[in-house]
C-alpha cells in the first residue's frame, strides 16, 4: 500500500478496489478468528482475555483501515460528464479538482497504512502471547499431573488395588486394649494398612465413611 501509484480518477479506482477489498476481508477473519478463540477452552487459560482484547482491536484497526481506503474513493475525483445544459470541465478546473483531492486522498492513505501497521503488530504479539500462554498452561498442568500421580505404583501396591476393586472392608478390632485396623478382601489376598494408606493418600481408594469400622 505504501508504493501504490495512481492517477486521480479511474486509474486511482482501479488501484485502490482491491486494497478495499483485501482490507474488508481482514477485518472480516479476524472477526470469525476472535470468535473461534472466545468459543475455545482456550479462554478458561489465565492471561487469555489480554489475547481477546488484543484481537478485538485487530478487528477494529482492520475494519478503519477498511473505511480509510472507502474514503479514498469517495474523494477521488471522477470524470463523468455533468447534467445537462451545464459547460464540460475544462482543463484547468480537471487540474484544480486532482490538485485539491491528491491531499486528501493521501491522507487516507496514509491513515489505513498506520492503521495496518497497528494489525500487523496487535498480530505478531497476539501469536507471540497465546503461544507464552499455551506453554505456561500446559506447564501447570503437567506439574498439577506429576503432583496427583507421583511415583509408579509397586507390586505389592497394584496387587493389593486389585484385590480392593469392587469395594472391600476395612475392621477396627481390639488387641490388648489397642484399636487395630486391619483390611479384609474378598479372596483373601494379603494388604497391610501402610498399603492401604498409600493408596488412599494417592486417592486411589476412598473410604466409606458412613459405617463403623467396628462393623466394617
Not at 484385590?163 to 477396627?172: D, F, I, T
Request: some cysteine; aromatic content about 4%.
Amino acid at each position: 500500500m505504501r508504493d501504490v501509484s495512481y492517477t486521480p480518477g479511474t486509474d486511482a479506482l482501479r488501484h485502490i478496489s482491491p486494497l478495499l477489498l483485501t482490507a474488508q476481508d481482514l477485518a472480516a477473519t479476524a472477526l470469525v478468528r476472535l470468535t473461534a478463540l472466545d468459543n475455545s477452552t482456550y479462554t478458561h487459560i489465565a492471561g487469555s482475555r489480554a489475547s481477546l482484547e488484543l484481537l478485538a482491536s485487530v478487528v477494529s484497526s482492520s475494519s478503519l483501515a477498511g473505511t480509510d481506503l472507502a474514503h479514498v474513493v469517495l474523494t477521488n475525483p471522477y470524470e463523468g460528464a455533468q447534467f445537462a445544459g451545464y459547460p464540460a470541465d475544462e482543463e484547468a478546473v480537471r487540474t484544480a479538482r486532482h490538485a485539491e483531492a491528491i491531499p486528501k486522498m493521501s491522507g487516507h492513505l496514509d491513515d489505513a497504512v498506520h492503521q495496518l501497521d497497528l494489525c500487523a503488530i496487535g498480530c505478531r504479539y497476539l501469536a507471540h502471547g497465546i503461544t507464552e500462554d499455551l506453554g505456561t498452561g500446559q506447564e501447570h498442568k503437567s506439574a498439577a499431573v506429576r503432583q496427583t500421580t507421583g511415583p509408579a505404583l509397586t507390586p505389592a501396591q497394584y496387587d493389593a488395588l486389585t484385590a480392593l476393586n469392587g469395594g472391600r472392608n476395612l475392621y477396627e478390632s481390639a488387641t490388648r486394649g489397642l484399636g487395630v485396623t486391619r483390611v479384609a478382601t474378598e479372596d483373601g489376598t494379603r494388604v497391610s494398612i501402610a498399603t492401604y494408606r498409600a493408596l488412599a493418600k494417592r486417592g486411589l481408594v476412598t473410604r466409606d465413611t458412613s459405617t463403623s469400622l467396628a462393623i466394617g
